[in-house]
């Protein structure tokens, strides 16, 4: 009997089937599970609650910059706000790049 027709047997006995297939993958499965809950979750929750405070922000809001600087909204745009930074100054700043809200308007 040549070494390749062999190859076929000797793998065969090699790869675990049935329950004991599935005993092997257990562990992979456990860290997905595992960087799932402590990963991903968190950080989809995290941007959801970031999505809902931009959407509540309006005219007069006081918030924070990803750059650290601090304004208030002057105007609401679709894409985009304006803020007042200084007297006099005004910028516009993308939604994205509002960190977080610092006091609302009231």
């Known amino acids: ?3 390749l ?4 047997s000797v ?8 329950p004991q297939g599935l005993m092997s993958f257990l562990p992979f499965i456990l860290i997905f599970a595992a960087m799932y ?7 989809r929750k995290k941007q959801k609650e970031h ?9 007069g809001d006081e918030v924070i910059t990803v750059g650290g600087i601090y304004g ?5 745009k679709d894409d985009r706000f304006v803020i007042r930074i200084a007297e006099g100054t005004k910028v516009e700043i ?3 790049f509002i960190h977080a809200l610092v006091k609302k308007a009231g």
């Open 51 to 59: 999505t809902k405070m931009l959407d509540a922000l309006s005219t």
């Open 94 to 96: 993308g939604k994205a």
């Open 5 to 8: 027709a062999e190859i076929p």
């Open 37 to 43: 809950f402590l990963m991903i979750a968190p950080q």
């Open 72 to 76: 208030e909204i002057t105007n609401k």
């Open 11 to 18: 793998l065969a006995q090699q790869t675990p089937s049935g």
């Open 1 to 3: 009997m040549s070494l």
